[in-house]
Each structure stands twice: as C-alpha cells, then as structure tokens.
C-alpha cells in the first residue's frame, strides 16, 4: 500500500476473489437486492457519511455495496481483529471504499482502525454510524468526555481499554476538539448485537446518549433469524474448521440459553453431540430443558464435557478454576460478542502451542492440555466465516432500513434506544420468501378483522414474542 491510499488491507491482490464471492452473496441476499432496485434510483442516503464497525466479511462486502448504491459515503472497519475476510476487505477497497480491516490485525491496530473510519479526506466528519457492539459509538463518547475534562482515561480496566484510551490520546493531540466536533455531527447509531444494544440502552439509562440509536438486534427479523439460524450453522463449522474433530458422541457444554445459545445448542445436536446447558434465567433454562436437553451447573459436567460454549454475552462464565478441572484437549470457545466470557488472561501464565491461526494449545502445569479457540474471541468469525448470506440479509436489510430511517427522519426521534416499526419488520421477512419457495396465505377481509388485523399486516401485536 502506498501512503496515499485511503485503505489498509492485508493484500489488495485478493480483490478477484473477493469480487467473484461477493456476486455470489448476492445471489443469496435477496432482502439487500431489493433494497438497491427499490432506492436506488431516490438516493434516501445521498450525503449519508457513514462510519461503519462491522466484521468485515463478503456479507458485509454486499451490505456496504448497497449503502452506497443508495447514495451513501462509507468508511469501514472491522469490529473484531480475528473476523475480517481479507479477500472481502480487498474487493471493497478496490472500489475505492475506504476499509481498514486485516484478520489477525493488533488491538493497536484495531484501535487506529476504528479511529480511520472518522477521518475523511477532505477533513469532515461523519453523520452516521453503523455499529456492531459499541466499539465505534464508545469511541467518539469516551473522546468527547475526555475533551470535556472528565477523568475517564486514567483507570483502564483492561489491555484493551489500556489501548483504546492510547488511542484516544493520541487523537486528542493531533486533532484537538475531534471528538466533540465528531459527537455532535452525528445524526444517529444503527446497531447490530445483543451486546452493543445494552451497551446503548445502559448509556440511554445514564442519560449520556446524546442521539436517537435504533436497536437493529430487536427486529424480530435479526435477532430471531442471525442470532439463532445463523449460529445454528456457523458453530459447528468454527469448531470443525479449527479442529477437524468428531463431533458425534461428545458431551458439549452450551452457557447461556438465549437466541445464539438455541441457535449453538441446536448447532451441535444436530452434529450429533450430546448438550448440555447452563442457564441463569429461569424462562429460558425452562426452555432448554423442553427442548431436551439437560440444565447443568458448568461446576458438574466441566471435568467430563469435551467442548465448551460460551453465548451469554456476560464476563467470567468460563474461569480458571473451570479450565484447571476439565479433561485433557477439551475444546473452548466463545460465540458471544466479547472475549470476556473465557478467563483467556489467566492463561497468559502457561504454555502456548500455536496449532494455526486461532487455534491454540495451552499446556497446563500437571501436563493437561486444552484447545482454545480465537483467544476467546467470537469463534464462528475467527475460526470460520461467520453466518451465511442468506441469514445475513436479513439483518442487513434491517441496517439498510435503520440507516435510511435515521438518516432521513432524524428530527423524529428522539435521543434514546429505538426499534424499527413492525411493518418493516415483516417486510424483511417477506422479501426473503421468494428465495425460499415459500408461498404467503392471504387473509380476506372477514378473517383479517376476526383477528384484529387488516390484510397487509402488522400480523401481530406489539407484544407478540414470536
Ligand atoms: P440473550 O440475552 O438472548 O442470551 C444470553 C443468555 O445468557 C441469557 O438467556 C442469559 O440469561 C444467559 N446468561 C447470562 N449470564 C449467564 C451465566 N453466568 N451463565 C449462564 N447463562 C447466562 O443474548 P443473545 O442474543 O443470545 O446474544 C449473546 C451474545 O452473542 C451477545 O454478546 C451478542 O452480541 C452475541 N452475538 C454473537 C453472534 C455471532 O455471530 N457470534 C450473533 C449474534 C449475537
């Protein structure tokens, strides 16, 4: 890369490859597809600037593709150093999209990567963000507090605080004001995950949300079809990408029994292992027992289960403590957003073995050894290439919506958590039919009021839980 070029990516060479899989995806992301043919022609985000946070996959590859086909400017990064596709990130920067992405990139790296995709050329700054767990969003607030004097840099409560605040430092002295000029041009957040949604509502809470986020994980079409489907399929094809092992017969451990908890759980029973579950709430423990498998305490089954998931989206599930009792070459891995869900740092203090990238042998002292999968990263993105486009499109479609809402109806919302309406929750829904073969029953008139609904939906009220 020369200095010149506004992108940083492992090797622009694989852009070909990237390209030929990107038209694939299409092919199989018919929500985005209709996005483009039914906006592409208004232009809904011309004069959007976009800083994107969001794995940088083909997937995404398609999503950015389609923000722009619909007049919008982007700068993307990823949001996790282990899940980029470097071919995907290649193929977009190609095209003159600005990405700062590499697959294995360092937390320093990932920081200033962030940070790259509010720095537009021409010295402007960003109205909107698209984020996938906070990591952008925190970025700009903790900066703007920072610069308003508030103590907020002097305590990082990890290594990867330590280089984040690092990072937000050396912005404050290139660029003083940055972050509140930055803060202040934003019209709004659109978020993907679980965990940056809570990130944001804990914000709202806080009343230190200074704009109108939508809360893209809540669409029924997202969270009910990625968080569960998706992981239904790229679980076990992390595990098995990373180590080839027999999965019929062995004794799995799932913690945590939300949407991506189901999706894991059904993931390795329907390779044939035998689950277990861990659960805190009792709604959905009463779930996984119905669904027919054993609720455990992790304490009972970690000397005698031979893989470990993690999908809770809460820290120090899987602790030292646990790691020192299980068997030897027991698989553990995290499919939730953060690495903090597996004790990794006390790990620090034994013996790595390097199997391949995101695969790691740690040796005990008493000489057991344990498979740890992407350093406690998301493994269905660091050892595999995360969900299929199929799934993906739904999501998407729901960012792309998100983004437009926001973008064009800002002085609607106010500043706070918002979900996207019902009706274009069910439109995302009905756009991936076709793909599929399903065919829609048409209510008449009579049955339609019988239920309290008209014809074109909403099919459901707002406190239907699916
Ligand atoms: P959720 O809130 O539906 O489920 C999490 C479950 O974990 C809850 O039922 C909760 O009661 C349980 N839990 C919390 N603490 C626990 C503990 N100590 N022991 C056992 N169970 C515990 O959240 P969702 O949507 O399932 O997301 C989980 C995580 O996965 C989040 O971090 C989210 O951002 C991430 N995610 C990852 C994806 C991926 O592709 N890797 C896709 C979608 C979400």
Redesign the pocket.
Known sequence: MSATEDFIVADIALADYGRKELDIAETEMPGLMAARAEFGESQPLKGARISGSLHMTIQTGVLIETLKALGADVRWASCNIFSTQDHAAAAIAATGTPVFAVKGESLEEYWSYTDRIFQWTDGGHSNMILDD?GDATMYILIGARAEAGEDVLSKPGSEEEEVLFAQIKKRMTETPGFFTKQRDALLGVTEE?????NRLYQLARAGELPFPAINV?DSVTK?KF??KY??KE?LVDGIRRATDVMMAGKVAVV????????GSAASLSGAGARVKV????PI?ALQAAMDGFEVVL?EDVVSTADIFVT????K??IRIEHMREMKDMAIVGN????DNEIEVASLRNYTWTNIKPQVDMIGFPDGKRIILLSEGR????GNAT??PSFVMSASFTNQVLAQMEIFQHHEKYEKGVHVLPKHLDEKVARLHLDKLGAKLTVLSEEQASYIGVTPEGPFKPEHYRY
């Open positions: 767990g995950t679980t965990t940056g949604v994980n969270s990625d968080n998706g992981c790229s913690c945590g029994y939300g949407d991506v908890g189901k861990t659960e805190a709430d959905c992790l999908t809770t989206g809460n120090d599930i499919i939730g957003h953060f998301l493994l269905n993105l995360g969900h």
